[in-house]
Every structure is written in C-alpha cells, then in structure tokens.
C-alpha cells in the first residue's frame, strides 16, 4: 500500500485525474467499458480497476496458474483494501478483511466515488461459491481419512497374519505351556510366569488413615501416664511396649496427649516422642512404616511364562552388552 498514513488522502491521491487527461476521452478507457460507476477511469484506482476488470478477472481460479494467478489475487487484495478504506476501516482492519476475500455487509460508505468505481463483479467471493469451496474441502477430507484407515486397517490385517504364519503350530494348549524365549515346554525346564517387582508408596498410603484413634505404645522401655500435663505431676500407671490406649487428647502442651488404657480404663496424660525425636506412641495404622516405611512391593505379571535359565540367560547377555557398551563409552 501506499506511504500514505491518512485514509482519506490516499484515496484522494488514487481517484485524482491529472489536469492533463480531464474533460478528455482515452481511447483505450472507451474500448473497455466498466461495470462500475465510470468516474475518474483515468486515476491511477481507475487504471488498477480497468486492469483487474478486463485482463485478470477470471470467473475460474482453478484455471489460472503461475504469475497470472499471483497477479490477480494481488489486484483483488489491493482492490478490497481500497473498497473497506472507503467504508471507514482502518487500514489494518482493511488488510485482514481483504485476505479473507468475503465482503463484509453492513458498512457505511464514507467516500461514494470509490464505493462507485469497485462495483466490480469477480471481486468479492461469491457465497455459493465459497459454502461449495467448503464442502468439496470437506468431502476432499474425508475420502482422505478413510483411505487412510483403510491402509491402517490392511497393514494390521498382514501383521496379524505375518505372526500367525510365524507362530508355531501346537496341539493340546502346548503353545500356551512353551518358553517364551526358546519356545520349548516344561520337559525342558520349570516355567514359571514372567513380571516386574518394583517398590510404591500408592498402594500403601491410599489406606493409612486415622480412621480410629487407638495407638500402640512403641517405645523400647514403655510409657508413663501421669495426672495432668506436667512431667513432674504424680505417676498413674507405667504401660509396657505394645499396650493399646485410645486417643482422647492430642497436642497438649506439645508433644503431650491425654489418652485412655483400653484394657484398665486408666486416664491420664503421656508423651508422644522422646526428646530426641524418638516416638513413644504411634498410631495403630502407622505402626508398621516405624519398620519397613511407606513403601510395599507391587508386581505386575505380563502373562508370558519361560525357563528359569532362559531368564537368567537373558540377563547376563543384556548386562555383558551394558558393560561392554559402557566399557567402550568411557574408553
């Protein structure tokens, strides 16, 4: 577009006639008439206009190719620019509406004389044109995809049988009893089933809650229970390792709880940790991390069943490969 920033003198400057070609008839501008209004033809907007109208205005775009293509959507974006600059847009909002190719309804005209001259058939998308665009994109695509599923659905179809032709044939459920790896059966060895043992917090936190309040007295020389809060009131009861109290009272003073001996229904107050961090009484469903922690062994079986020297056989040839690739890395 042009250096010029104001829209209204731009489209002055395009709609201005040099004094030279007024009031004069253009040979050339006569022989190819307008479906416009026919004011100013011999602006330099009337001579784009001209141009695109009788040289580059093709009712098929899909038989247009190359440069003369490139031409005509270049004058069909230069002109709808000019077309919503004349109908107050700015011009940013002109380049972008212009791309889209369809004509955008319900603007006013601020400039009639140019509104006028671009009544040009062939400029704007036709909306018949442009829905049966999309609906041939759209069938397009759709042929496409099922083309697509059905070369998907042929590929597995030969994988699947590849495998089937490559299984061994067997009898009496021999193939689901043979080796995995050597695709022998049970006189050649113990077969036994194949899978992964690995360490997890989930399955074992999912079900530590403090659903009851009984606690266990765990530690190694037992547990005091005294009157109140204070360490130096009177002694109650001394309750020995493993002994169940229920939970009254906790946060007391601190590391202070009040809790109750399920077995005397003796009351009083006692220490949860040691000073040291050591814990005195735990919760019964936290008693077992105090030894083995938050994490339990889950296994996961595949389904395939093999030798026991098969497996270990496996194993000592990935891990000579591992070491001799290592090996050689830092090497």
Known sequence: MHSCTNSSNLLLRLTHVPSSLQNREIPALVRYTTTGSGVNRASTLGLVATLFEHGYNSKDDSKTNGARALVSS??????????????GCELSQAKEWAS???????????????SGMLTIPGLWLDSKVSDDLSQSKKVAQNRARLRALEKIKEQQQKMVAAQLDSWPESEDDEEESSCIIC??????????????VQSSRVSFMKD?????RKMIVVGSTGCIL???AD?????????????????LEENVHGKR???????????????????????????????????????RPVMKLCGHIAHMECVVSMFKFYNACCLLFVTHFYI
Do not use: M
């Open 74 to 87: 270049g004058l069909k974006w230069y002109l709808r620019c000019v077309w919503y600059l004349a109908h």
């Open 100 to 114: 889209n190719g369809d004509q955008v309804e319900n603007l006013n005209s601020t400039n009639d004389v140019v």
């Open 183 to 196: 695709r022998l059966g049970s006189a050649d060895g113990i077969l036994g089933k194949l899978g992964h």
């Open 208 to 212: 530590v809650r403090r659903n009851s």
């Open 226 to 228: 005294r009157q109140n």
């Open 231 to 247: 360490v130096e009131s009177p002694k109650v009861a001394h309750l020995e390792t493993g002994s169940i109290v229920h939970l």
């Open 257 to 295: 709880v009040r809790v109750k001996v399920d077995a005397s229904g003796i009351e009083g107050y006692a220490s949860s940790s040691t000073p040291g961090g050591k814990p005195i009484l735990s919760f019964a469903d936290e008693v077992g991390t105090s030894k083995w922690g938050y994490n």
